[in-house]
């Protein structure tokens, strides 16, 4: 063990040198970088400190010297790519320095004592965040971030690319005088005088996120108090230090009993057991050397780590973790409290400043602390918790490189659009929300809401482009005047008036909006960065108390003034009701509040209520295992179709096709239960356009739900019978006879979809009279399997809605927030979303636009517009569920609980991908063409981030498929045919999903392209599609022209 303490190492002053608050290594090891009171940063030559004995050494000892705070300076940090220097001051600030390898040095000022500058070191940025002294920070282990804390309790998170404030973390209840980051680059810990130390999980940034993206990211892991809670508060700094393989956190400034220790915080369970006891004062700093050492050179079985602890004793203690004793104690290392410790590279050498302005080195033999291990063993070592500290890679070959620039050209144009949007170059297009590819709302019960307001909740935010032609703007020509207007000065000259640039469009901006649900769609590229914002910790509801009125008006409203009664009567008379217990009753009118009047009781003749009676109940459900509610008679049941749904249908004067008209399909119950031993009046039935009836019919029985489209009408009674027409009323079928009443009544194109009582499903094709399955039962979805047989009915999961897709495969939601739909070629329900994807994946943002607009730009025409929606659809009726109930909180506790344990460090990333591949094979299964090739480009973009070759590989051959072979699978009338159609992965076919395998090849290929760590895989691909040849001629025609 060695000390060097170089005279002229100290900041220096007129009278006394000042306090040294901070010390940092550059990532290389050949600069040291200081911070003290005299308001500099200055960088040492780390070769002129360890030569300080050699008085032959004439190279400079002072690299640079900055001065742009305006007090003392708490901390200074390198990044870790040695880009960046960072420093914080009582001055509120944060500078980041850049390091200008061409840039003429500073020179001294006049008068100044300081040696020449020999290195440039420019100011990059000035972080205004905090509200009080900054007193520590850190840089992620991957420079992406970077983290300040100080006396105003606050950690603000920096993005390490733009230097944007991402966010701010106010969970602390005092003063922050530490941070420090996992070197897997998952976790980071913050200590603070509330005599806690907190963990915090994230996810590292990409270079173009945003405080908005990471409005999920950053979240609180655990609190620690047990070793702190007794720790005193007179400490300058608690500076923490997490060990280079990961396992562990020493933690300064804590106490066993009345003992001054220094505790070291497991990993994952966070629990600090262990206690280093050397110290006669509170210790201040903890630093782990930066690399894993070994007892022999040979040995690689047994690697220990090696920390060095120091404080308010002016003592330094080294500590190896594979020894229970200190390695040693060096009394008297300063004249004042040591606040700061930093290591080298190579783990060999270790910086200690003091408050008495001095900076000592203590060099270290390999005899001492044991010989370092390589940094490979650093990264196996992290590699159990996730770390995915992949290099730049290395190319494989020209085509690697020529396939890498193919694939950033595609996210530069992604920027440029976005750009253009920010700049106001681009307009919102208009919007048409839509599910199945066609205008609709949820039907439940076949009774569809008549409040506008009602179908947001069952509209989907996928749109298809019906046309690539804009639409003409009809305020084009108004402001093209507006811009060109001429006015007359007070000086007789003639000028341009100026228009306000942000009132020149009417349109909204084509960037992504977050919303409660997405309902404006963008041509414009989309970012497909995981974004979730949903707030899980509780329930919510749709309307706050008082309904809707209360949501628009507000519940704080006064009474309405009343002649002749003093302003303050009908408060003092409230407030006496409310003392006995009373709820007095008040009316809410539109000038306000008025106390409720007595009324008569009511006389003669009443009006028809809504309902006249409950069905007749059917027999078997006392013996069916579901049972599902069966609505009421109602008087009157009106289904309408507007403009856009109505049928043309040539009415009986003989209008002309094609006019649009509105129909209204009315069936109206006998009111009056019938006599003893009487038939009851029959149902009428009556279509309607615009008031003139085209066709009338009559049912013997009461009927229950109705529904219809432009193709027919049908009615369901509540004997069980279906009853059709077509459009101009002639009955299409004898009376359908089901084994229960109707509970669910709806229709999609030619499809025909009942749901009974007792849970059995019926679709029908009423162009073929056909069903293209049996009859199914909704048990299995509703929980059948796990309640045990029972005497008595138990409760499950009720059905919140069921309709068609344009195919005609059944969609079901239910209270639960899971949504399935019935495979007809499989036989089976399969679940397409549920709770356990909103709250473990990283993809689920369907309260933000950027994915609910998600949509295939190329996407055109008929195909595109099968099951368009219905994904996103399912997925927002799962929040909505979860939301309402406030089911996730528990799931979110026992995923929170997960993410600390050992071997669930991927559990993020891995239910992710699952998540994406669960969007795909639903898209695929329903035919949704345009949302199979999000998800697709979605899921390949993963992939190729998280490195993971096979499923990269598998992709890629499956998409290759058989599109450059001849081979043809023919029958036996020679005719060519496909095997099972497009829409499973091995099909035989040039087409996935109504997508040419080529086109779709190509654009993974390109995605992945950028990955070089892949390019072995993807740089064959590429070439056999060509983009490489296309990036050669188009560089040669550019060189040309």
Not at 36 to 53: F, K, L, Q
Not at 130 to 158: C, E, P, R
Not at 374 to 392: D, T
Not at 776 to 794: G, M, N, Y
Request: charged letters at 20%; a negative charge.
């Amino acid at each position: 063990m060695k000390f060097i303490r170089p005279p002229w190492l100290t900041h220096s002053g007129e009278k006394k040198d000042f306090e040294v608050y901070s010390c940092n290594v550059s990532p290389d090891g050949s600069r040291l970088v200081t911070a003290a009171g005299d308001g500099y940063v200055r960088i040492w030559s780390t070769e002129a400190i360890y030569n300080a004995g050699d008085p032959t050494y004439t190279k400079p000892k002072q690299l640079a010297s900055m001065s742009y705070h305006s007090g003392t300076i708490h901390t200074a940090r390198f990044s870790s790519n040695g880009q960046y220097l960072a420093s914080g001051a009582d001055d509120k600030l944060v500078v980041v320095y850049r390091f200008d390898p061409h840039g003429k040095p500073q020179e001294a000022g006049f008068g100044s004592d300081d040696a020449p500058q020999v290195e440039s070191w420019r100011v990059f940025r000035r972080l205004i965040g905090h509200d009080n002294d900054v007193q520590d920070l850190g840089w992620s282990f991957d420079s992406s971030i970077m983290v300040s804390v100080g006396l105003d309790s606050k950690v603000v998170v920096w993005s390490g690319y733009t230097f944007e404030k991402l966010k701010t973390l106010a969970a602390h209840q005092s003063q922050v005088k530490g941070v420090t980051f996992d070197p897997a680059n998952k976790y980071f810990a913050t200590a603070s005088d509330d005599r806690t130390i907190k963990i915090w999980r994230f996810n590292p940034p990409t270079p173009n996120s945003t405080a908005h993206d990471q409005h999920n990211n950053f979240m609180l892991e655990k609190t620690i108090l047990s070793p702190f809670v007794l720790s005193p508060l007179t400490t300058y700094f608690r500076r923490p230090a997490w060990s280079p393989d990961g396992a562990h956190v020493a933690a300064a400034n804590s106490v066993n009993g009345p003992v001054s220790t220094v505790c070291i915080i497991n990993r994952g369970p966070w629990d600090g057991e262990i206690h280093l006891v050397g110290h006669e004062g509170p210790t201040e700093i903890c630093a782990f050397s930066p690399r894993l050492f070994t007892k022999s050179p040979t040995d690689t079985a047994s690697p220990h780590t090696v920390v060095a602890c120091s404080g308010q004793d002016k003592a330094l203690s080294i500590w190896v973790t594979a020894k229970t004793r200190p390695l040693t104690i060096v009394q008297d290392v300063a004249g004042k409290s040591v606040v700061d410790l930093a290591w080298t590279p190579d783990g060999r050498t270790l910086f200690a400043a003091s408050l008495d302005g001095t900076i000592t080195a203590v060099i270290f033999e390999p005899d001492e602390i044991g010989y370092e291990m390589k940094v490979e063993q650093n990264e196996e070592a992290l590699a159990k918790y996730g770390a995915g500290r992949r290099g730049a890679g290395i190319l494989e070959g020209p085509e690697g490189l020529l396939l890498e620039e193919k694939s950033k050209e595609g996210e530069m144009r992604g920027v440029e659009g976005r750009m253009g949007a920010l700049m106001g170059d681009a307009a919102l297009g208009s919007n048409s929300s839509t599910l199945n590819g066609f205008p609709s709302n949820l039907t439940t019960n076949g009774v569809k809401d008549s409040q506008e307001t009602n179908a947001n909740t069952s509209q989907t935010s996928v749109q298809v482009t019906q046309s690539d032609k804009p639409k003409e703007d009809p305020t084009a020509a108004k402001l093209e005047q507006l811009k060109n207007r001429v006015t007359i000065t007070k000086d007789g000259k003639k000028r341009i008036a100026p228009l306000l640039v942000s009132s020149a469009g009417s349109n909204e901006s084509s960037l992504p909006q977050t919303r409660l649900m997405s309902t404006s769609g963008t041509q414009a590229a989309t970012s497909d960065q995981p974004q979730t914002i949903l707030d899980l910790s509780k329930p919510v509801d749709g309307l706050p108390q008082g309904g809707l009125a209360a949501l628009l008006l507000g519940n704080k409203r006064k009474f309405a003034p009343m002649e002749g009664v003093e302003d303050d009567h009908i408060d003092k008379k409230l407030a006496t009701a409310r003392k006995d217990g009373a709820v007095p009753i008040v009316t809410n009118t539109a000038t306000g509040l008025v106390p409720a009047k007595a009324q008569a009781a009511p006389a003669g003749p009443q009006a028809t209520p809504d309902f006249i009676r409950p069905a007749v109940t059917n027999p078997s459900l006392t013996v069916s295992q579901v049972r599902l509610a069966v609505p009421k008679v109602r008087t009157h049941i009106v289904r309408s179709l507007g403009k856009e749904q109505a049928a043309d249908v040539d009415d009986v004067e003989g209008s002309s096709r094609g006019q649009s008209q509105n129909l209204v399909f009315e069936a109206r119950n006998a009111t009056q239960q019938p006599a003893p031993n009487r038939d009851q009046e029959p149902c009428r039935i009556t279509v309607t356009r615009r008031g003139q009836p085209i066709f009338q019919d009559f049912l013997p029985r009461s009927t229950l739900l109705v529904t219809g489209n432009n193709n027919y009408w049908a009615a369901a009674c509540e004997d069980g019978s279906i009853y059709a027409w077509t459009p101009s009323g002639r009955r299409i079928f004898n009376a359908l006879v089901l084994e229960s009443q109707p509970v669910i009544f709806d229709c999609q194109n030619q499809y025909l979809l009942c749901l009974t009582a007792v849970g059995m499903c019926y679709v029908w094709d009423m162009n073929t009279l056909t069903s293209p399955h049996p009859p199914v039962s909704l048990a299995p979805i509703l929980d059948i399997a796990i309640h045990s047989l029972q005497d008595h009915v138990t409760r499950a999961p009720a059905v919140t809605g069921a309709r068609l897709n344009s195919e005609g495969r059944i969609i079901i939601t239910l209270t639960n927030g899971e949504g399935f739909a019935y495979n007809p070629n499989m036989f089976v329900w399969q679940r397409l979303s549920e709770l356990w994807w909103l709250v473990g994946s990283q993809y689920w943002n369907t309260t933000d636009s950027s994915v609910g607009n998600l949509q295939s730009t190329s996407a055109v025409g008929e195909d595109s517009k099968i099951s368009a929606g219905v994904i996103p659809f399912l997925e927002r009726s799962t929040t909505q569920a979860t939301l309402a109930r406030g089911r996730a909180r528990m799931l979110q506790n026992i995923v929170s609980v997960l993410l600390s344990k050992e071997g669930f460090e991927g559990f993020e990333s891995t239910v992710s991908i699952a998540h994406l591949e669960n969007r795909i094979a639903a898209a695929m299964m329903l035919g949704a063409k345009a949302d199979f090739q999000v998800y697709l480009y979605m899921y390949a973009k993963r992939i190729g981030a998280e490195g993971l070759r096979g499923k990269v590989e598998e992709l890629l051959r499956i998409l290759m498929g058989d599109v450059y072979e001849d081979e043809e699978v023919t029958d036996t009338d020679g005719a060519t045919k496909q095997i099972g159609g497009d829409r499973h992965w091995e099909n035989k076919s040039a087409n996935l999903c109504g997508w040419p395998r080529q086109q779709l090849l190509r654009e993974v290929v390109l995605i992945l392209g950028k990955n070089r760590d892949l390019q072995r895989i993807t740089v064959p691909y590429a070439k056999v599609l060509g983009i490489t040849e296309e990036h050669v001629k188009a560089s040669e025609d550019a060189m040309v022209s």
